[in-house]
């Protein structure tokens, strides 16, 4: 199955998720004063299948790597995960309904 083969520094990451699924490589930089995590650079190898969020690597600080490869290859075998949770979509989405009712609330525009 195609997935990505991510090498950082001497560690290497092999994922991938079914064919109707989603599977990503994000490397992230935010340089905003305003920002809870104010110049971070991070890494993130993770995906969604079936409805479960998966995630195989997670960098926080991407200052000190020289070299990042990534690659779509056949994938024989994903390396083991480090994080994994059922993601409900509805629930979800009534979480942020009912946020952002609140907010509207208490703007006076409800």
């Known amino acids: 199955m195609l ?3 991510v090498h950082v ?3 290497v990451i092999y994922a991938s998720v079914g064919n109707d699924d ?3 490589v994000i490397a992230s930089y935010c340089n905003d004063a305003g920002i ?9 190898v993770s995906g969604m299948e079936a409805g ?3 995630r195989w690597w997670y960098m926080d600080n991407i200052d000190d790597v ?6 779509v290859v056949d994938v024989e075998q994903n ?25 509207l609330e208490e703007e006076g525009l409800l």
């Not at 390396?79 to 009912?98: A, G, M, R, T, V």
């Open 3 to 5: 997935g990505f083969e």
């Open 9 to 11: 520094k001497d560690k």
């Open 22 to 24: 989603v599977l990503c």
């Open 36 to 44: 809870v995590h104010n110049n971070s650079k991070e890494l993130h």
């Open 52 to 54: 479960k969020h998966q």
């Open 66 to 71: 020289e070299q990042m490869t990534i690659k």
């Open 79 to 103: 390396s083991e995960l480090i994080s994994s949770f059922h993601f409900n979509k509805e629930k979800e989405l009534l979480k942020d309904y009912h946020r952002l009712k609140k907010e």
